[in-house]
Every structure is written in structure tokens, then in C-alpha cells.
């Protein structure tokens, strides 16, 4: 995670995680490092959004690509978006935490 886009990534995250909602987790990919300092590569297929997790309620699955106020959606996304993401799958664009909700279907916590 890096700059804007990572720290909005974390909110989004840790709101979705810190109600109850749901759980999500940041898809990161690159070199990383584990906890016992050995380095790894993970890797995921391009236009991979940022965030994924289900929805508590039912179960459903959930991807959201995360932007700041600026940013632009690339055509690997917008590829993986058509080619992976099934009607039965919640995915969004979210430039903050309430755009994250609302993908969700959740308005003040609760389930619309």
C-alpha cells in the first residue's frame, strides 16, 4: 500500500472490519516480506481490485477498487471488472468509506 490510494484502502478496510459488517482484506501483490524477514513474491491477475471480503449478513462476496478523488480506473480494471466479476458479486468503485458502504448496501450500519 502507497500515498493516498493505500491509506484510503486501510480505512475502507478497517471501517468494514471494525463494524461487523463484514470482513475485508487488502489485496497486495509484489515483493513482500513475512514476519520472520523472508521475502516472497505474491502475485495476482492484473486489474485485481484493491479490497475483497463478504458481506456478514448474506455471505456475499464483495471487490472494490479503491481511487482517490482524482484517480482513474485503468483499462486492466475495467478488463477484470467484465471478464470476472459475476452479476452475483458486489463490486464498486470507492473514493471513501461511505462508497465502500453504499457498494455493500449499507447506509448509517445498517443493510438497505
Known sequence: MRGKEGKI?????????GTGLGRC?????GL???PDGKRFVRAL?????????????????????????SGRVTQPQIDFM???VSP????GIA??????????GYEQGKLL
Do not use: C, H
Request: zero cysteines; aromatic letters at 14%; hydrophobic letters at 40%.
Open 45 to 69: 491477475p492484473e486489474g485485481f481490485p484493491d479490497l475483497f471480503g463478504y458481506r456478514k449478513a448474506d455471505g456475499k462476496m464483495f471487490f472494490i477498487e479503491v481511487k482517490t478523488a
Open 9 to 17: 484502502q486501510k480505512e475502507i478496510a478497517d471501517a468494514i472490519n
Open 82 to 84: 467484465r471478464s470476472e
Open 25 to 29: 482484506w487488502v489485496a497486495t501483490s
Open 32 to 34: 513482500l516480506k513475512s
Open 88 to 91: 452475483k458479486v458486489l463490486y
Open 95 to 104: 473514493r471513501s468509506i461511505d462508497d465502500a458502504f453504499g457498494i455493500l
